[in-house]
């Protein structure tokens, strides 16, 4: 198993995406052991408010828990394993059914950087129509090695990316950067579609969403402070 200082702050990072907002009964993070680069970390299959240091697993890329002991597993943990796969510059990965970035991905209207916080959306946010690859007759989970690889070309070399009818995905070079997209995408989603009901939408350029990535993605330890204190105070 990873050190004590990934597992917790896996822990963590499960209680703020609950109390922010973005995962509620259902809804998962994981971060790929850094020593083992070919292992990642994921909660057994409860609640994310309610992880403690004790429900957390290690997995390969397989899906395979290694050490299973009777512990129940997400049926979507094909989306963390397949991601880790294919893309060796994640560290983290947060799938969620946040509300309001389901209408994006039901809809031709694209979710776009409305604001500074959010300049990582500028790289565009594909989204991913299971029916392309196991027809009309799904329960629209990833449960299988083969969903779970056409996510993860789906989602490409992107930071996130959206699942039609079921939620998102957000990806990050480290924990911090994956919880802080996966709460600022929910937020942009809420905000643009605001916007668009008061008139059309001035979004950021490619060169403003650019910077403000840039920006922000040396600013994570902020948020994820004040998130993780709000969070644990709440127990």
Partial sequence: ???????????????????????????????????????????????????????????????????????????????????YRARRDVRAVVHSHSPNLIPFGVTPVPLQPIYHMTGFLGEGVPVFEIRQFAGEDTNMLITDGKLGRALAETLGQKPVALMRGHGSIAVGVSLRQSVYRAIYMEMNA?????????????????????????????????????WKRRAMAAG
């Fill in 190 to 226: 809420r905000l643009q579609s605001e916007a668009m009901r008061l008139g059309p939408v001035n979004y950021l350029t490619p060169g403003e969403a650019k910077g403000g990535a840039e920006a922000n993605d040396r600013l994570l330890e902020r948020p994820w402070a004040l």
């Fill in 1 to 83: 198993m990873a050190n004590s200082e990934i597992v917790d702050d896996l822990v963590v990072a499960n209680r703020i995406l609950f109390h922010e907002g973005v995962l509620d009964g259902f809804g998962h993070a994981s971060v790929r052991d850094e020593r083992n680069p070919e292992r990642f970390l994921l909660a057994r299959s409860m609640a994310a408010g309610l992880v403690t240091a004790e429900d957390i697993m290690e997995f390969d890329y397989d899906g395979t828990p290694l050490d299973p002991r009777g512990r129940a597993v997400f049926l979507e943990r094909f989306i963390h394993a397949e991601i």
